[in-house]
């Protein structure tokens, strides 16, 4: 079975360009989570979707950050414009249902340097 | 709402001796624990979780870890560890009856293993 794919893997940009993250999560999960990590700590929710539905967005910076996931399958995450402080790892992971007990499959992120 | 500590942020550890990585966690409800791993460039990767019953939990690659409600900790341990331990290692918490899985995650525990 095919992990969760992310692309690109590395993505280096000035400041103030804008850049767009991809993901596919496992075949059949309906929940999609991209996630921050920056470095040396733990990840941090961003934004969940179940399906096509982005049900909670609470901590996604929606001055410059956007997301979408049409047809409840793959999801983009956009920065626009990018800053310094943006420079992170950002996971993409997907779980089959909603409840907290469920497993989350993670990807292996993109790592973005914004100079 | 939920909060992680990971008391050590660095572990050194000789090849073939035991690791103990300490987890405490805060919460107002009853949660759910995980412990999650990455190995350098690369996403997370589920090791166990407690959802209810043995206080004692069994993961992959040898790794245990005991829940204490109590003490409000989770520590995971490896009897025995190797080479390919060294990594980065997460322990994380979610709400049983909070809405949708959200996960918290610890700002991470680096395990360097040494021969």
Do not use: M
Request: net charge neutral; hydrophobic share 35%.
């Amino acid at each position: 079975e095919a992990g969760v794919v992310q692309s690109p893997r590395y993505k280096i940009i000035e400041k103030k360009q804008p850049v767009a993250f991809w993901c596919n999560p496992i075949s059949g999960h309906n929940t999609l989570y991209w996630y921050l990590q920056n470095l040396g700590q733990g990840p941090e929710l961003l934004i969940r979707y179940e399906n096509e539905e982005a049900v909670d967005d609470s901590q996604l910076p929606k001055d410059r950050f956007s997301a979408e996931r049409l047809k409840g399958v793959d999801s983009t995450l956009k920065i626009q414009p990018a800053e310094l402080g943006d420079s992170a790892v950002y996971l993409c992971a997907s779980s089959l249902g909603v409840s907290g007990s469920e497993t989350q499959y993670f990807g292996p992120g993109t790592r973005l340097l914004v100079l | 709402a939920q909060s992680v500590t990971q008391l050590d942020s660095q572990v050194p550890v000789f090849e073939e001796a035991p690791v103990e990585l300490r987890c405490n966690y805060s919460s107002s409800v009853s949660v759910y624990l995980f412990w999650y791993v990455q190995y350098p460039n690369q996403g997370l990767q589920l090791l166990l979780k407690y959802l209810s019953g043995s206080t004692l939990v069994k993961g992959i690659n040898g790794f245990e870890a005991e829940f204490n409600k109590s003490q409000t900790s989770f520590h995971l341990r490896k009897p025995s560890v190797h080479i390919s331990d060294t990594a980065e290692y997460f322990c994380a918490v979610s709400g049983v009856k909070a809405a949708g899985n959200k996960l918290t995650f610890g700002g991470g525990t680096r395990v360097l293993v040494k021969p």
